[in-house]
């Protein structure tokens, strides 16, 4: 498949139906890819209600931890930068077959013990990840399409699409009250969910 940015190559692995919540989650779509170094990644892409796609990536060979979604590689910013981009092709993918869809991201917070990270933890601040999709989301998703909503306390980005089929205060509901409780399950217990579950989008 020919990638829009310079990504790495990817491929659709599977769709999968999703039962575990069934009035909040519907499907998932899987896909992969290798980096320069042969590290294997998995791109999951599950549907909720209100057509929002949650995306999320990790190392296949973090795939049975807890905490996939937070371990780092040390690939270096240039591969890290390509995963990213292979991330965002993949959403334009999807974004071209399901043109009505919004997307939702969270920054996870990173493992490594240091001020900063200790910050993104108790969530006194945003994360790194979610500073680095704030910057490439107003890149490569125009305004014009979709209205970029945040919660950098929780490090939560949505993009409302503006072509909906539902209203953006239904979605945004909807996400604050189901989505970001699933995708953040890694880092519920070192983020109070007083303020995952109180948080405002804008």
């Known amino acids: 498949m020919q990638n829009r940015l310079e990504g790495y190559p990817y491929r659709h692995v599977t769709n999968a139906a999703l039962h575990e919540f069934p009035m909040i989650q519907r499907r998932e779509f899987v896909f992969t890819f ?12 599950e549907e909720y209600r209100c057509h929002v796609f949650a995306v999320k990536f990790h190392q296949k060979n973090h795939a049975d931890s807890d905490l996939k979604y937070r371990l780092l590689t040390d690939s270096g910013w240039v591969h890290a930068r390509r995963a990213i981009h292979t991330c965002i092709n993949i959403m334009l993918d999807m974004y071209e077959r399901y043109p009505t869809y919004s997307f939702g991201l969270v920054g996870s917070a990173r493992i490594l013990d240091t001020p900063l990270r200790r910050a993104e933890r108790s969530g006194t601040g945003p994360t790194q990840r979610f500073r680095i999709y704030s910057l490439v989301m107003r890149t490569y998703f125009s305004e014009a399409r979709f209205v970029h909503l ?21 979605v945004q509901t909807m996400y604050r009250q189901h989505i970001r409780d699933l995708i953040c399950e890694e880092s519920r217990s070192e983020r109070p969910t007083g303020q995952i579950g109180s948080a405002v989008l804008t």
Do not use: G, K, M, Q
């Open 34 to 45: 290798r980096d320069d170094a042969n590290r294997r990644y998995v791109v999951h892409i």
């Open 150 to 170: 945040t919660d950098e306390r929780a490090s939560v980005y949505l993009l409302f699409n503006r072509d909906s089929d539902y209203p953006e205060e239904e």
